[in-house]
């Protein structure tokens, strides 16, 4: 059992974004919180080095994204809460998969371990933590979810991923793995036509669709 970080244990998207936003706008890219979401949701800030560059006319320096982060990481340790129900679900699949879970994420190990650990999760998954940005490749290549299932001792295809984006679907899909897709707004159709296994809402309903 393979999951996500952001979006489907922290709700921390909005947070992340709403740094992002601000520090863009410092250096002359205006955009709106939602239009923000749909360009970087699901991807590293750095796969997105050209488009910030053409769009602020300035480079992507090691300075700035190391205020980013710091910024990002505050927010973050003042607001993010956990997904509601992940902790039912998480803890329910951690006794039913006898440990056998892990973490897959995008984001770099320090804002992983920081926010499960703000919201009380990250015991469920210590040791089984997986950072795209300690992959050759990020999402959506199948890197970080193909590290995460050969940890476990489990072929990809014999595992079941939980994302809320395209871009972690895509990653999971050509790790072999079966997407189940969380979309609280619940119109997923888009990840059904993508290839999720299926669609849902409430994180309380993950335990029973696993089940069949």
Known sequence: MLFDCDGVLVDSETITNGVLRDMLAEQG??????ECMEIFLGKA???ERVRIEQA??????????????QRRNQALQNGVQAIRHAHQ???YLHLAMQQRIACASGADRH??????AQVGLLDYFAGRI???HEMPRSKPHPDVYLAAAAALQVPASDCAVVEDTLTGLAAGLAAGAT??????????????????????DDMAHLPDLLRH
């Open 29 to 34: 890219w205006q955009l709106g919180l939602q």
């Open 45 to 47: 800030v750095l796969d």
């Open 56 to 69: 602020t006319g300035k480079a992507l320096s090691a300075d700035w994204m190391a205020a980013f982060r």
């Open 89 to 91: 679900a998480v803890h």
């Open 111 to 116: 804002k992983v371990e920081l926010v499960l």
């Open 130 to 132: 997986f950072s795209g």
């Open 179 to 200: 997407v189940f897709a969380y979309v609280p707004s619940g119109d997923g159709q888009a990840f059904l036509d993508a290839g999720a296994h299926c669609v849902f």
